[in-house]
């Protein structure tokens, strides 16, 4: 079911128009760019108008700085009030509880509820990383926008030791939808926090299976270092979608997760960096809910973003360039020539992605990203860019140099696949067997455990790993010291070497069990008391099923098959 912008929509339908990370004031200082952001802001809410949806979720980073200029909170106040203000009727009912929802606001109400206020377009939106709240009292940009009645700011967490995340619950006729918003928190903490089970997800009271539940948040989905993302195996199962923030490249037809809800990663309607995620088209979403909980989101490609092209060459693909030449001079000449030809293809490249909109931006921005083996190779990028400054957007910043790096190469003879698969996922192997394994293959007495015992090192390994418990190590061999040192002194004069060649081989397995014991409770110590996440089993298709159900269309009546999740 896509529905376009001159159709009339199901009446029945909760329809919520879903983007992220507009960066409003991005580029504001280049004279060329100084609109871009807020050129996609307003027609991604004239989408809103034009597809008569119900209300608008933004998924953080509407502005660019968590201080922006007066210019740009000025442009935002104009295209806000110039789409969100209006005589046209909210269907939506509020059933939560403003006080609650609305908490951290000095406005603790929700903007379509305030006599004064004459809202057309519901708009709903969490902070993000850039526009997050700083300074006395700490108060984001966003609050100043809620004070102003054109954006209801939700999600703001609080407390950093125990995050509870409560849900605005929204009904439009036999439709219900909690939602729920989990605005930016730094990635180590949050995902600490989450290991942790001190984030909890607060259910609705009345019905939980009848409700469809979305989540909002910013964070990192991709896996930058161990610790700095959130995985999606975190989030608890009994979502129906997950509006993830963030991240910048366009995903926004929604994916099926590892767990049993979908994601949708809206990217920024804005490129504010020449990296090749920013190069993919940039749409927005209409999400369309049922009151069985299914849902279907359609993308609609925005017309006003700038022209992007991204390129990778390697200068060893560069034909007609001799890299033999001992002349660099005339090497940097024959490089110049043929990247020069690579731009110009980019140029035309990028006349094809022109939608004849007024208010999008002509020239286009490009990268060139160059792999080089040698340094006699590089090229002064913004010289080069000179050459096309009347018709690049970023003329200096077109090229991008990167060494190639070696390939290294991996003897197939140590390699063994077979013990690779034997770690696999239907493993049952543990770290303390594998520890275990290697103590015991070792027929050095040098090399064997005497203090130590395998036990306690295999679950110390183990708690390092999983837990990221830093100190599990060091707590082991702490013990095993204490242990032999106090053993010493209660010998008396014993020789030490009797000692140490009577503890090889002895194994107490219930001495062991007892350090283990004490390495557990310690590290529930350290979390202390917490509370589970909420999780489900059930399956569930989350689209409109196309072989069983169909949605009608007020229009022409007719049914269009929709995909369903395998």
């Known amino acids: ?333 024959a490089i110049e020539t043929e990247l020069k030809y690579e731009v110009e293809e980019m140029i035309a490249e990028a006349g094809n992605l022109l939608t004849g909109h007024p208010k999008q931006g002509t020239r286009p921005m490009l990268r060139l990203r160059v792999e080089y083996s040698d340094e006699s190779q590089q090229l002064n990028s913004a010289r080069f860019g000179n050459m096309f400054i009347e018709t690049v957007s970023n003329a200096g910043e077109i090229l991008l140099f990167k060494r190639k790096t070696a390939e290294r190469k991996v003897k197939d003879d140590n390699f063994d696949m077979g013990a690779m698969n034997e770690l696999g996922e239907g493993s049952e192997v543990t770290m303390e067997d594998l520890v275990k394994e290697y103590f015991d293959s070792q027929t050095d007495e040098k090399n064997k455990l005497s203090v130590l015992n395998v036990r306690g090192i295999g679950a110390a390994v183990k708690n390092y790993i999983d837990k990221d418990d830093k100190d599990a190590v060091k707590y082991i061999v702490d013990k095993a010291m204490e242990k032999a040192y106090n053993t010493l002194l209660d010998r008396g004069g014993d020789d030490i070497d009797d000692y140490i060649d009577g503890l090889q081989g002895q194994g107490d397995e219930e001495e062991e069990k007892v350090v283990v014991k004490e390495l557990e409770s310690r590290d529930r110590g350290k979390r202390g008391d917490s509370v589970s996440l909420v999780k489900k089993g059930k399956q569930r298709d989350e689209l409109f099923s196309s072989d069983e159900e169909k949605v009608e269309s007020d229009s022409g009546g007719s049914e269009e098959d929709v995909p369903v999740k395998p």
Request: aromatic share 8%; charged share 25%; proline share 7%.
């Open 1 to 333: 079911m896509t529905l376009g912008s001159g159709e009339d929509h199901d009446p029945s339908l909760f329809r919520i128009l879903v983007s992220s990370d507009v960066h409003l004031g991005y580029g504001e200082k280049n004279p060329e760019r100084v609109d871009d952001s807020f050129n996609s802001f307003d027609e991604l809410l004239g989408i809103g108008v034009e597809q008569k949806v119900d209300i608008v979720i933004l998924g953080g980073d509407l502005f660019h700085e968590n201080k922006p200029s007066r210019s740009a909170e000025i442009k935002c106040l104009q295209i806000l009030r110039n789409h969100v203000l209006g005589d046209k009727p909210v269907q939506v009912e509020y059933l939560s509880d403003p006080e609650v929802d609305f908490g951290h606001c000095n406005s603790k109400c929700v903007n379509y509820e305030n006599p004064n206020l004459n809202i057309g377009l519901p708009v709903f939106s969490i902070h993000g990383n850039h526009d997050d709240p700083s300074g006395l009292g700490g108060h984001s940009c966003l609050d100043l926008i809620h004070e102003a009645g054109l954006i209801n700011y939700f999600g703001k967490v609080t407390d950093l030791k125990y995050v509870k995340v409560r849900p605005i619950l929204l009904r439009k006729g036999d439709v219900k939808v909690a939602l729920y918003g989990l605005s930016n928190v730094k990635d180590e903490r949050l995902h600490r926090l989450f290991r942790e089970n001190k984030v909890e997800f607060e259910t609705p009271a009345e019905d939980p299976s009848s409700w469809c539940n979305i989540l909002v948040l910013h964070q990192n989905r991709a896996k930058r270092s161990p610790t700095n993302f959130i995985p999606e195996s975190f989030l608890p199962d009994f979502f129906h979608l997950v509006i993830w923030g963030h991240e910048h490249d366009c995903r926004i037809v929604p994916e099926a997760s590892e767990r049993d809800f979908f994601i949708c990663q809206p990217g920024s309607p804005t490129a504010t960096s020449l990296c090749e995620g920013e190069a993919i088209p940039k749409c927005v979403g209409i999400l369309n809910i049922r009151a069985d909980t299914k849902f279907k989101l359609d993308p609609i490609p925005l017309q006003t973003v700038r022209p992007m092209v991204f390129k990778t060459i390697a200068i060893s693909d560069l034909r007609r360039v001799d890299l033999t030449e001992p002349d660099t001079k005339r090497l940097s000449q």
